[in-house]
Nanobody, 123 residues
Framework: QVQLVESGGGLVQAGGSLRLSCAASGRTFVAVGWFRRAPGKERMFVAAITWSGGSTYYADSVKGRFTISTDNAQNTVYLQMNSLKPEDTPVYYC????WGRGIPRSRNNYDYWGQGTQVTVSS
């Protein structure tokens, strides 16, 4: 059974940092991505990484502030978020690509999704 379990969300002041984790189990994946969704809006791409760690992708809004990485031994993907802003606030979702479609910024690239973890950045 495939599982993606996110953790690490919470409340932080603007300018602060958080690290999100996505623990994957049940099968191997080609890539893992992070998306976020604000209330009433669509799920938006944040960052993605190939499981080998060879390629990373970032949304322009987070480039230079967020870093995505893998720990293959732990089957975990991390999203280090620095210099957080109030607009970084929504629910963050981890997603896994089992087939390597090659469109990491698209929701359609992913086969499995986690339940989400809330990030709140206060001004």
């Amino acid at each position: 059974q495939v599982q993606l379990v996110e953790s690490g969300g919470g409340l932080v002041q603007a300018g602060g940092s958080l690290r999100l984790s996505c623990a994957a189990s049940g099968r191997t994946f080609v890539a893992v991505g992070w998306f976020r969704r604000a209330p009433g809006k669509e799920r938006m791409f944040v960052a993605a990484i190939t499981w080998s760690g060879g390629s990373t992708y970032y949304a322009d809004s987070v480039k230079g502030r967020f870093t995505i990485s893998t720990d293959n031994a732990q089957n975990t993907v991390y999203l280090q978020m620095n210099s957080l802003k109030p607009e970084d606030t929504p629910v963050y979702y981890c997603a896994a690509d089992a087939w390597g479609r090659g469109i990491p910024r698209s929701r359609n690239n992913y086969d499995y999704w986690g339940q989400g973890t809330q990030v709140t950045v206060s001004s």
